[in-house]
């Protein structure tokens, strides 16, 4: 599985560098600190997901880990 979600990144990391340009210069249009102050609060929100989903995942691990040695 883990080979496969490797390939996956592989070939779509040119796209994802793209969105990221495309992602700036819309993120440089923002000059109102209200704006501003909007895409701090979407970046908090999506770091803060990123983690669960993390978390997530390292406790499903750790329990089928746990599950096959006991």
């Given at each position: 599985?883990?080979?496969?979600?490797?390939?996956?990144?592989?070939?779509?990391?040119?796209?994802l560098?793209?969105?990221?340009?495309?992602?700036?210069?819309?993120?440089?249009?923002?000059?109102?600190?209200?704006?501003?102050?909007?895409?701090?609060?979407?970046?908090?929100?999506?770091?803060?997901?990123?983690?669960?989903?993390?978390?997530?995942?390292?406790?499903y691990?750790?329990?089928?880990?746990?599950?096959?040695?006991?």
């Open positions: 599985v883990g080979a496969i979600k490797l390939l996956i990144m592989a070939f779509k990391l040119p796209k560098r793209t969105t990221e340009e495309i992602m700036a210069e819309l993120d440089a249009r923002c000059k109102d600190e209200d704006e501003i102050d909007e895409l701090r609060k979407v970046t908090s929100l999506g770091n803060r997901v990123v983690i669960y989903v993390l978390i997530c995942n390292v406790t691990a750790t329990s089928t880990f746990l599950a096959a040695v006991f």
